[in-house]
């Protein structure tokens, strides 16, 4: 069994009301509607001004709160037994992006409860963003999120037992429905969670070997079927790539498949992953070495896949996944894979390697032929850190996509970002970019012929070439994964942005 770092236990409930629970806060989530000239507009909050001893009505009349989008502020609760501060959160005016802003005031909220060092938290509030189970729920994502902190990898006692110290955190007076988003919540914040630290590991620590050996685990007490192939079987079944790109590290390639075959499922979906563990360029060495930081990241997709999958089953959706995750780690070293060298990949397609950087398509070039082969799912869904140019494309707000094969996946991927509160982009899929990849020696090359241009659909049109006319949907994460400055995620580390959208294509799939 293999073991993850600690991190901050969170517990979320549900209460009727806030009265007489003692809680170190109650964090009050008001929008600028709620307000009006330093009075509250909105009649359903004046008792919960009185039983907060009119905590928030003299913070509105200070003008130290106008419910301005993630301002706050705090007070003393002059009401002893319901809680020691009132923390007031704005919720701004705008209403687009519901589900990112909902998420975005959970991360206010762990933020502040972190901040006081609470131990329990009640959270309520007028404001839209308590009307729908869906909102609560990304509420709850978020404060899940945001109490989550990769540990220092020597922790001392003291900081041990802050962490192993419960933060409670419940809701007050939500509607029946919203119970169940709660449910919901903890599954996919369960999931978050895991594929966060696995993406904060440093990479010696996630190597290949660790990342299967975690994720099986996982998938095993979930009830799912995990199969993982190692070095020996991969040359065997005829893994050429990936063991090319494998070839210079000493940390052994895995290949893990992970399988949900409900018996009331009606259609399938394989979601894809890269999973780098670092990704040094190879012989095509990233310079200078400073572009190297931030490669263990590389592995995002295998995280958030095998993740998604994990919580896909415990929602108990009627859709049959599959998570097929490519894990392995590009090194310098006598046995790595070398410019010139020409790969025959899974399907017999063979590939020119111009380029030892650009490893992340050559990987997912037997992955992605396995799966249409083998596995033949309806769709295929697959993530990937796979270009920089998608960070000046979309800077790091967004993912791009790259639907194909398909006149519905576009909209279904779209549709699906939106209710996940993660946000994806089309991104041009012209034939002629495939053009560029077309190779001379083999049938394509890993780079484009001209240098440079539309870098993210070169990788994109290279990808596609390996599933068969199956509807596809390549995402690239490079630019979210970690870093992410959307709306809703934490800064700089990473996101675990994939899982979401994830389970909402795969209920979107179900018809759920
Ligand atoms: N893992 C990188 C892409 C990447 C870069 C992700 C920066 C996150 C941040 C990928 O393997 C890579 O190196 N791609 C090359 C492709 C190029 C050689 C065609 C790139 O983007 O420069
Ligand atoms: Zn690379
Ligand atoms: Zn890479």
């Known amino acids: 069994m293999t073991t993850l770092p600690p991190v901050k ?111 329990k938290v009640t959270v309520c509030g007028s404001s839209t963003f308590f009307a729908a189970a869906e909102l609560v729920a990304q509420m709850a994502v978020g404060v899940r999120m945001g109490a989550y902190k990769y540990p220092n990898s020597n922790l001392t006692a003291e900081a041990r037992k802050e962490l192993e110290t419960p933060l409670e955190i419940q809701f007050a007076g939500l509607s029946a429905g919203a119970d169940a988003g709660l449910k919901d919540a903890s599954i996919v914040a369960d999931s978050i969670e895991t594929c966060r630290l696995l993406q904060d590991a440093p990479p010696n620590v996630a190597t290949p070997k660790y990342v299967a050996q975690v994720m099986t685990d996982k998938a095993r007490a979930a009830g799912l079927t995990v199969q993982v192939y190692g070095a020996e079987k991969l040359r065997q079944m005829g893994f050429n790539a990936m063991m090319a790109v494998a070839g210079g590290s000493c940390n052994e390639p895995q290949f893990v498949v992970v399988e949900y075959a409900p ?42 896949v095998l993740n998604s999958v994990v919580a896909i089953a415990k929602l ?83 993912a791009g996509i790259f639907p194909f094969n398909s006149d519905t996946l576009q909209d279904t991927v779209s549709n699906a970002a939106k209710a996940a509160g993660e946000r994806v982009w089309p991104m041009p899929t012209w034939d002629e970019i495939g053009e560029d990849v077309k190779g001379t020696i083999a049938d394509v090359n890993n780079i484009g012929a001209t240098a440079g241009a539309c870098g993210s659909s070169v990788g994109a049109m290279f990808l596609k ?32 942005f994939g899982v979401q959208l994830s389970v909402q294509i795969a209920r979107a799939l179900s018809g759920k």
């Open 465 to 496: 070439e390996f599933v068969e006319n199956k509807p596809y949907c390549h995402v690239d994460i490079a630019g979210v994964a970690n870093g992410n400055m959307a709306l809703g995620f934490p800064r700089k580390i990473s996101s675990g």
């Open 316 to 398: 108990q959706l009627p859709v049959r996944v599959f998570a097929v995750a490519a894990l392995c780690e590009n090194m310098i070293d006598a046995h790595a894979y070398r410019v010139g060298d020409v790969l025959t990949t899974y399907n017999g397609k063979t590939i020119e390697v111009l380029n030892t950087d650009a490893e992340g398509r050559i990987v997912l070039s037997d992955a992605l032929a396995y799966t249409a082969k083998d596995l033949k799912p309806d769709t295929i869904i697959e993530y990937s850190t796979l270009t920089g140019a998608m960070i000046t494309a979309l800077g790091h707000l967004g």
């Open 9 to 119: 236990i969170v517990n979320i409930s549900t209460i009727p009301a806030i009265s007489n629970q003692s809680a170190d806060i109650v964090a009050v989530v008001l929008d600028e509607t709620d307000l009006e000239q330093g009075k509250i507009k909105n009649s359903g909050l004046q008792s919960l001004d009185a039983s907060l001893g009119g905590a928030i009505s003299a913070l509105a009349e200070l003008k130290d709160f106008e419910g301005k989008w993630l301002s706050t502020a705090v007070t003393l609760c002059t009401v002893n037994s319901v809680a020691k501060r009132v923390v007031l959160v704005g919720g701004g005016k705008k209403t687009d992006e519901k589900p990112a802003r909902a998420r975005a005031i959970g991360l206010k909220i762990s933020e502040e409860a972190l901040r006081f060092k609470a131990k």
């Open 263 to 304: 018996v009331n499922a009606k259609t399938s979906v394989a979601f894809v992953g890269k999973g780098l563990t670092m990704d040094t360029g190879g012989y095509s060495i990233k310079t200078p070495s400073t572009h190297q930081v931030g490669m263990k990241y590389d592995m995002s997709g295998a995280a958030v």
